[in-house]
């Protein structure tokens, strides 16, 4: 009733290559999954960054009644954010930001510079950022020093 095997009897190159080329490919489905949920990190990570770093520096642009301003270099994939006349200085609010590589910024290098005591902006333009989800816009609203990130 029941088929015995002999010693000599296994599997066929035909169903290893089979089998492996089914466990391989269930084992990259997770490793590519892995890989955009990377990006989108990465993405939702540096747009809090921004946030924080925009608000840090008109804080200090309110509280401490400094000028600072934010610098934008597509070319070099970074934001500087810097206290005025305090640049070499240890100053928490010195820092830089740099793009991870999902995230591209469209445009020339621009100079964003809040003033002291109210923390307005001088100057108005639109950051755009191209990511995975498609193109954001960080607009600055005239002389109210407020932002949006969409």
């Known amino acids: 009733m029941f088929a015995t095997l002999k010693k000599d009897d ?8 089979l089998v492996l080329s089914i ?14 949920l990377k ?3 990465e993405t939702q990570l540096f747009f ?3 946030r924080s770093g925009i608000t840090q520096i008109q ?4 509280i401490n009644d400094h000028w600072t301003n934010m ?7 970074l934001i500087r954010f810097r206290v005025t006349g305090k640049e070499n200085s240890d100053h928490p609010a010195n820092h830089i930001l740099y793009l991870p590589e999902s ?3 469209y445009g020339t ?5 809040f003033s002291r005591s109210s923390g307005n902006l001088g100057n108005i333009n639109e950051l755009n950022f191209n990511t995975i989800h498609g193109r954001v816009t960080v607009s600055f609203q005239m002389g109210s020093g407020r932002f949006v990130i969409e």
């Open 71 to 77: 610098e934008v270099r597509p070319t070099n994939r």
């Open 48 to 50: 809090e960054a921004l």
């Open 39 to 41: 990006k989108e990190t």
């Open 10 to 17: 296994g599997f066929t190159l035909i169903e290893v290559v």
């Open 109 to 113: 290098s621009k100079e964003y510079q």
């Open 103 to 105: 995230i591209s910024l």
């Open 23 to 36: 466990v391989s490919m269930l084992a990259t489905f997770p490793v590519m999954h892995f890989a955009q």
């Open 59 to 62: 804080t200090e642009a309110v």
